[in-house]
């Protein structure tokens, strides 16, 4: 079982939707969570950052961790054409500089 | 821009050959991480270092090794290139636990 899953899509969807991307994972000693945009052919961007479980907003983002479940989310509202991007999870132990481990990314087309 | 800076973004090599990749960190951080992103494994963990010590290694081949200098900036070196060496390698820096990546290199090996 990979530490990290993450469903590929890929997922379109039209503009002003409401998206909802999702990772599962295994390691229980996972305590930092991140998402990460990523435009093609360029660097990971960090859109959101949680430490240990709850929510956290930023704008049309939102991010949730639930832990006993191992499951996150990342909401994205009113989405636009400029969100289409593939969006990787990330998370990492209770060090804090520690390794980020990924998973493989969800490719989105917000359709206009 | 995340501030981290990598050099070359782009290099056509042939098998056999060695190249090195150079990575800059954000003004201050003094960890930097090397990840490879290939299609089909995603982005994976090669090797960290933090203020010139190696810190973390991941599923670093034996043909890659890196270094961090004085001034903080890094450098991954690649040799004995195979086919399958192509891929996108990333650098990230950090100070805390979020990290900042690179625009890339863009390896091709032919």
């Known amino acids: 079982q990979k530490e990290v899953e993450q469903d590929p899509g890929p997922l379109s969807v039209p503009e002003g939707a409401i998206v909802s991307l999702n990772c599962t994972y295994s390691?229980?000693?996972?305590?930092?969570f991140m998402w990460y945009r990523q435009y093609s052919r360029k660097g990971p961007e960090l859109l959101m950052y949680t430490y240990s479980s709850g929510n956290k907003e930023d704008g049309r983002f939102t991010a949730q961790v639930d832990k006993s479940s191992k499951y996150i989310s990342l909401f994205i509202r009113d989405s636009q054409p400029s969100d289409s991007a593939t969006y990787l999870c990330?998370?990492?132990?209770?060090?804090?500089?520690?390794?980020?481990?990924f998973g493989k990314g969800t490719k989105l087309t917000v359709n206009p | 821009d995340s501030g981290v800076t990598q050099t070359p973004k782009h290099l056509i090599t042939a098998t056999g050959q060695r190249v090195t990749l150079r990575c800059s960190p954000r003004?201050?951080?003094?960890?930097v991480y090397w990840y490879q992103q290939s299609l089909d494994q995603g982005l994976q963990f090669l090797i960290q270092?933090?203020?010139?010590?190696?810190?973390a290694k991941g599923n670093i081949l034996e043909r890659f090794s890196a270094q961090q200098f004085p001034d903080l900036h890094s450098e991954l070196n690649l040799s004995s290139l195979e086919l399958g060496d192509s891929a996108l390698y990333f650098c990230?820096?950090?100070?805390?636990?979020?990290?900042?990546f690179g625009p890339g290199t863009r390896l091709l090996v032919l």
């Open positions: 390691n229980s000693a996972f305590q930092y």
């Open positions: 003004s201050g951080d003094l960890s």
């Open positions: 990330a998370m990492s132990g209770e060090g804090g500089s520690e390794k980020l481990v």
């Open positions: 990230a820096s950090s100070k805390q636990e979020t990290q900042y």
């Open positions: 270092y933090y203020n010139g010590e190696e810190r």
